[in-house]
């Protein structure tokens, strides 16, 4: 039998659990286990300039592309809890990633060891799990039950500590006989996909919901098949857009109190059957007035995860079941029943919410200066086409983007849908384009987003990761000052000073051209709202001609308030900004306007 360092061991496994590319930076406690990286190759890695942006760039990695686990890795320590945040964000939204961290030696765990802490019970609540390996022997184990925990039921991150002479411990492992767990995944019965299709024999105005389980299970093309079979509309939640292309004939928008289109909120309220799958009603989707989501309609929910069932509010059915498992057989049955004439004909419904998508739309097209923000989201439907992958994570421009843009494909929407960090696009970008450097990425980022992990574009020049950076820049916390407002304050959201090195931004603060080339990038700041369109196409040029990320900052307006529910119910939407009345208030809308 082979023998190596346990270390050795954990590296050979990653290889051969399909593991080529790590995240992480290195220390004291985690260097064996980097010694054995660098002796038995393999893995390639990248050095990131913060830990927590180590595993937002695991997490990037691992939703660009079907089959992909980020790993990030720390030393012990502060290094640990520095990746809470990604973790957090990882089990939130259903995303794997395998979290290595260093730990001072077994028998000083419980003396107060130098960057010695209990991150494994720290890490418990925000993973699949969290294990401290005490013993060298159980390395290839621990590694290979990771693995087989993040792949099945609902996927999710898993941490191991390992101590620093556990890491250094021979053992006997052979790789070469190395093979691992088999994936559960629990899938719907025949009788169970009868009995959920069943509903729509009693329903006239069906909608699929469609979460982003379904874009986990790799199953688009199935959603597709599914609702085309069927002529049921589509609304997909802000984890699954990009199940169906925005532009497609079944596409009926998005629903919710923030992240929503009016058509879509519109078409929802007026179904009276609705069926779930992959999606987990999400508060920004269905509101605090769950009667009002509810009321006079019936619900199929279809989970891998079965307690997921009933947590929100209990359905009219529910199967704990792979999205594409239930998706093969929805697809089987409905193609039966259409050869049989017993499926019902869905196409008036159909083209009545096609209709709200074509009249019921927000205006884009304003010529002020400073620039609004809707006008940035115009110029970039023009200027980046259906193969961008956007990343993005929380505030109004992440709100605004959702209801502005358009997605065309699975996994060409990145967002950190619940837990929301700030500082997450930065290095999910990274990790985006990391994993798939032949997709076109746009990040999108308000100022403090941009300015919390900025330091991570440091990393993508250093690595020749090119991508544009969309900064909307209105020094303030705007979604917070937004929420502020019904408190009647506007307190400590306020982000403006005159810079005394570069007056000539007025009050906005900080000169982030000056701050992104001094980590090695490029920038282009606008303020002429007729000018953001020559300066995202030149971004993309020097995307490719340098190897490095191009930030486009555009300077908006002060305030702007996006359309967002007041009471957190999404049949009571407030409009703050103007609507699109004529064909050229909303020139990029999915549909041309139809008066």
Not at 217 to 227: K, P, T
Not at 403 to 408: A, G, I, K, R
Request: aromatic share 8%; charged share 20%; with cysteine.
């Amino acid at each position: 039998m082979p023998r190596m360092t346990a270390a050795a061991a954990a590296v050979e496994i990653l290889k051969r659990e399909g593991v080529t590319q790590a995240f992480g930076v290195p220390g004291a406690a985690i260097n064996p286990f980097y010694r054995e990286l660098k002796n038995v190759g393999g893995v390639s890695h990248t050095l990131a300039r913060h830990v927590e942006g180590a595993s937002h760039m695991a997490e990037g990695y691992t939703r660009a592309k079907a089959g992909n686990i980020g790993v990030c890795i720390g030393t012990s320590g502060p290094a640990g809890t520095d990746m809470i945040t990604g973790l957090y964000s990882a089990i939130a939204d259903s995303i794997p990633i395998l979290c290595i961290t260093g730990q001072a030696p077994v028998s000083k765990l419980h003396k107060e060891d130098f960057q010695a802490v209990d991150i494994a019970s720290i890490a418990k609540p925000v993973t699949k799990a969290a294990t401290t390996v005490l013993e060298a022997a159980q390395v290839p184990g621990v590694f290979q039950q990771a693995f087989h925990l993040m792949r099945s039921g609902r996927p999710g991150p898993v941490l191991i500590d390992l101590p620093i002479d556990v890491q250094l411990t021979e053992i006997e492992f052979d790789p070469e006989t190395y093979e691992p767990l088999p994936v559960y995944k629990p899938s719907a019965t025949r009788a169970q996909a009868e009995k959920a299709l069943s509903f729509l024999l009693e329903s006239e105005r069906p909608l699929i919901v469609a979460g982003g389980g379904i874009i986990n299970a790799d199953a688009s093309d199935l959603l597709v098949e599914f609702a085309e079979l069927t002529g049921i509309p589509v609304i997909s939640t802000l984890m699954g857009w990009g199940t169906i292309p925005d532009d497609h004939e079944l596409a009926a928008g998005m629903v919710g109190v923030q992240t929503a289109h009016r058509y879509g909120n519109a078409t929802f309220l007026e179904s009276d059957f609705v069926l779930g799958i992959g999606n987990r009603w999400a508060n920004r989707h269905t509101g605090y007035n769950l009667e009002a989501y509810t009321k006079g309609r019936k619900f199929v929910h279809v989970d891998i995860e079965p307690t997921q069932l009933g947590k929100i509010f209990a359905p009219d059915y529910g199967i704990a079941s792979d999205a594409k498992a239930a998706l093969e057989l929805f697809v089987e049955i409905a193609k039966e029943w259409k050869a049989a004439g017993t499926l019902p004909d869905f196409s008036a419904w159909a083209a009545s919410a096609q209709e709200r998508k074509a009249t019921l739309q927000r205006r884009t097209h304003f010529d002020n200066v400073p620039i609004k923000p809707q006008r940035v989201y115009e110029e970039m439907n023009k200027a980046f086409g259906p193969e961008t992958r956007y990343v993005t994570t929380i505030g109004l421009s992440q709100i605004a983007a959702a209801q502005f843009l358009h997605v065309y494909k699975p996994r060409h929407w990145i967002n950190c849908g619940q837990a929301g960090p700030l500082g997450w696009t930065i290095p999910a970008a990274i990790g985006a384009a990391t994993a798939d450097p032949e997709t076109p990425v746009v990040a999108l980022s308000g100022d403090y987003d941009f300015q919390f992990m900025i330091e991570e574009l440091a990393v993508a020049a250093q690595h020749k990761v090119p991508y544009v950076h969309v900064l909307v820049n209105n020094a303030y916390l705007g979604l917070i000052r937004q929420a502020q407002g019904g408190l009647g304050i506007n307190f400590e959201v306020n982000l403006e000073f005159e810079n005394i090195n570069t007056p000539e931004i007025g009050v906005y603060g900080v000169d982030h051209v000056k701050v992104a080339e001094g980590l090695g990038v490029k920038a282009i700041r606008v303020e002429d709202p007729n000018k953001l369109g020559e300066a995202l196409e030149e971004a993309k040029k020097l995307a490719v001609e340098h190897q490095v990320p191009v930030v486009v900052e555009a300077i908006l307006e002060r305030i702007t308030n996006i359309a967002m529910s007041k009471t957190v119910d999404m049949s009571d939407v407030t409009e703050f900004e103007d609507l699109a009345t004529e064909p050229g208030h909303a020139p990029t809308a999915i549909k041309a306007l139809q008066v």
